[in-house]
């Protein structure tokens, strides 16, 4: 279930292909935390939402609408190639998030490879729910780093009118 306390908030959704650490998974946590819905089945995913795919051509903007809700899929980056393409069936909306270091312990400082929580926070900072951004963070500990190391670009983002302006700011810090 959805946390109830706030109705402004986005749906947040998790595939999860069940190949990470249960310890330290953050879909997971979040799905505790009733931040997120976990789903195993491709076939339950809500459609027309919104899927966090790194590999996809258009970078997400404020223009998305996320009121259908934001899916990320939780794999092992590993295997990103070869999962994703199983939802394609789904007619979800693929959107790229641009240039964002990580601030998790795992791969703190890497551009792109952002853990699921902070896929989530980075998505809805950009499309103008600060609010539920930090709430997400403010279940881990290295959670207010990573919007700290990522505020001017966020801040950026999130004034862009389409995905061409996201990667025109994003050619400043790359
Ligand atoms: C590959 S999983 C790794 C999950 C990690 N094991 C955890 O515990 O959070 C991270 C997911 O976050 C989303 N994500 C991360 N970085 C992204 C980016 N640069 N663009 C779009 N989505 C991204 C994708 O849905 C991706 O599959």
């Known amino acids: 279930m959805m946390n109830p306390t706030n109705s402004r908030d986005v749906p947040l959704y998790i595939y999860h292909a069940g190949q990470c650490d249960p310890k330290k998974c953050t879909g997971r946590k979040m799905a505790r935390f009733e931040l997120a819905r976990l789903y195993d089945k491709i076939s339950r995913l809500p459609r027309s939402a919104i899927l966090l795919d790194p590999m996809a051509e258009k970078a997400l903007s404020p223009a998305d609408d996320p009121k259908k809700g934001i899916i990320v899929l939780d794999c092992s980056w590993e295997e990103v190639e070869r999962v994703f393409p199983e939802l394609e069936k789904l007619n979800l909306e693929h959107r790229a998030l641009p240039y964002m270091l990580a601030g998790n312990p795992v791969n703190f400082g890497r551009?792109?490879?952002?853990?699921?929580?902070?896929?989530?926070?980075?998505?809805?900072?950009?499309l103008?729910?600060?609010e539920q951004a930090e709430k997400v963070m403010s279940k881990f500990n290295w959670g207010h780093s990573f919007l700290e190391l990522n505020r001017e670009p966020l801040d950026e983002y999130a004034t862009a009118k389409n995905s061409s302006e996201i990667v025109e700011i994003q050619s400043h810090y790359i």
């Open 128 to 130: 103008g729910y600060k």
């Open 111 to 126: 551009p792109f490879k952002l853990n699921s929580a902070e896929a989530f926070a980075a998505a809805l900072y950009i």
